[in-house]
């Protein structure tokens, strides 16, 4: 597996003071999803998107985008996965994706020049139409979430983000308990990348994580965009919050779906943009 880090010989100025040193930066590689689809008898190959990430994790992304772009409703509608190359010089940047032959794939509705780059979740989508998908009915919290478990969110997660120490150039999403236990984290160039490769970590080990069944916190490091709304109902995910500001879109969705939506959360404070009932604000 390719590290997500490479180093760089840099010149740093700091102070009035010049020094040669090495640094760390944050890797981004393109990786080709292709889909392996249709009946058994008439197999096809299609070439789907293409996805600017931080190398790493690449099943779990995979597995994340399809359940979130609503062309799997199931991790067991994909039979495989594996890298495969067209050209000796190629690297492991091409996953093929097996899916069960019943699974239909719109071929026709997709662009040609399908491209996702890092910052942007719905990038090469032809319509907003298409970014409304079906979302699944949100299960209810149990009972609201204390102010004080949101507010140790942020501190409790970084000790875990050893690329982002020495790179700082890194998106984390994590999904904790409603108690703020700890569940999982990924990292990534992308915030949708690093949701991505969350929510197909989940998937993975149902045993575990069960997202359909148990309420749980999806953290972001950065801003509550639209796209990371819209991925994490078609998860079920029923609480979301951020250290960023949510776009205006992004509050009507979490609204529709019945998604508790809190911004800004640092720095010992936290708005709530959606369902302020879900919290319990008693200190």
């Not at 590689?29 to 292709?34: I, N, R, T």
């Not at 953290?219 to 998860?235: N, P, T, W």
Request: aromatic content about 6%; some cysteine; glycine content about 6%.
């Amino acid at each position: 597996m390719n590290s997500p880090v490479s180093n760089y010989r840099i010149v740093r100025f700091k102070e009035g003071t010049i020094s040669e040193e090495q640094d760390l930066v944050v890797r981004e590689e393109p990786l080709s999803l292709v889909l392996l689809h249709g009946p058994s008898d008439d197999r096809q190959e299609t070439d789907w998107a293409v996805s600017m990430r931080t190398p790493g994790n690449d099943e779990e992304f995979a597995l994340g985008y399809l359940l979130t772009e609503g062309l799997i409703q199931h991790p067991s509608e994909v039979l495989s996965m594996r890298y495969c190359v067209k050209k000796e010089e190629e690297t492991g940047n091409r996953l093929l994706i097996q899916l069960q032959p019943e699974v239909v794939v719109e071929v026709a509705a997709r662009r040609k020049d399908a491209f996702l780059n890092s910052s942007c979740g719905v990038c090469g989508k032809q319509a907003i139409d298409e970014v409304f998908l079906q979302l699944p009915a949100i299960r209810p919290l149990f009972s609201p979430i204390p102010a004080s478990v949101l507010l140790k969110l942020e501190s409790s997660i970084r000790a875990k983000q050893p690329v982002f120490r020495n790179t700082g150039g890194l998106h984390a999403c994590s999904l904790f308990s409603p108690t703020g236990t700890l569940l999982l984290q990924r990292e990534d160039v992308g915030r949708h990348n690093a949701l991505d490769k969350l929510i197909g970590a989940a998937l993975l080990q149902p045993e575990q994580i069960n997202l359909s069944e148990s309420p749980c916190i999806l953290h972001l490091s950065g801003r509550a965009g639209f796209e990371m709304i819209q991925k994490a109902a078609m998860a079920g995910i029923p609480v979301i919050t951020s250290i960023g500001a949510p776009s205006s879109l992004a509050v009507d969705l979490a609204i529709k779906a019945g998604i508790t939506l809190i911004g800004f959360l640092r720095d010992n404070r936290f708005n709530v943009y959606a369902y302020s009932e879900n919290i319990n604000f008693n200190l």
